[in-house]
């Protein structure tokens, strides 16, 4: 079957009516960043495997994020596990089996683990983690700044200070293996990068990059992910 139609089966289908009530439009963890992160996780599986999304797959990527709207980030991969595994059991388009895999998958998918239980977890995981562009990083993080209300002499440094500990190398960030194998060299590139900012760069790099997609000086509006 063509990837391009494979989606169009009745319980993907399903499973996207499903889902799409629990997103806003757009914004920040919206049905346009759930469709990102499928359009990832599509990419990935075709690449690495030569395979489409398995429906227990879907589930956990239309899902993940179910309970952020009503209930913000904290414990979101927890609750949002236990809200989908009610959801799919009653919609009955999955089986038993499928159910507990896409709520594993779920349950984790935000716990940067070094090793993950399952493939659809490290999939889930690597497609929703960042892509590895410095620049829309940057702007993301300072967009962070600006709506946590950090100073704006203070942005710059605090963005250092975040994103080499986060993302540098020996960061807190374990890249999952399907997001390495995916990404590829670019994966050490990034914890190049991020080990050894030096703040003008920095800055003059940021600033380039809201200039060229018209973002105001304090706006803090990150550009939609691919």
Do not use: C
């Not at 999304?53 to 927890?78: Q, S």
């Amino acid at each position: 079957m063509l990837y391009k139609t494979a989606y169009a089966q009745p319980e993907y289908r399903a499973l996207a009516r499903l889902a799409r009530k629990y997103y806003n439009a757009t914004g920040p963890n919206s049905w346009e960043h759930i469709q990102a992160v499928r359009r990832r996780a599509q990419r990935m599986m075709r690449q690495l495997e030569n395979r489409q999304l398995t429906p227990a797959e879907y589930a956990a990527i239309l899902l993940h994020d179910n309970t952020k709207r009503e209930f913000g980030a904290e414990n979101h991969g927890r609750m949002g596990a236990d809200r989908a595994a009610t959801l799919l059991a009653g919609a009955m388009i999955l089986n038993p089996a499928q159910v507990d895999e896409a709520q594993q998958a779920i349950r984790v998918h935000d716990d940067n683990l070094a090793k993950f239980p399952s493939e659809n977890a490290e999939l889930l995981a690597s497609a929703d983690a960042n892509p590895p562009d410095i620049d829309r990083m940057l702007n993301k993080s300072y967009g962070w700044q600006i709506r946590h209300d950090v100073p704006r002499e203070d942005r710059i440094n605090r963005i250092i200070a975040g994103m080499s500990k986060k993302y540098g190398r020996g960061g807190t960030f374990n890249y999952p293996g399907i997001y390495s194998r995916y990404y590829g060299d670019r994966v050490a590139g990034i914890q190049e990068y991020f080990a050894n900012m030096d703040p003008a760069e920095v800055e003059d790099r940021l600033m380039r990059y809201r200039k060229v997609h018209g973002i105001k000086s304090d706006e803090a509006r990150v550009l939609p992910d691919a």
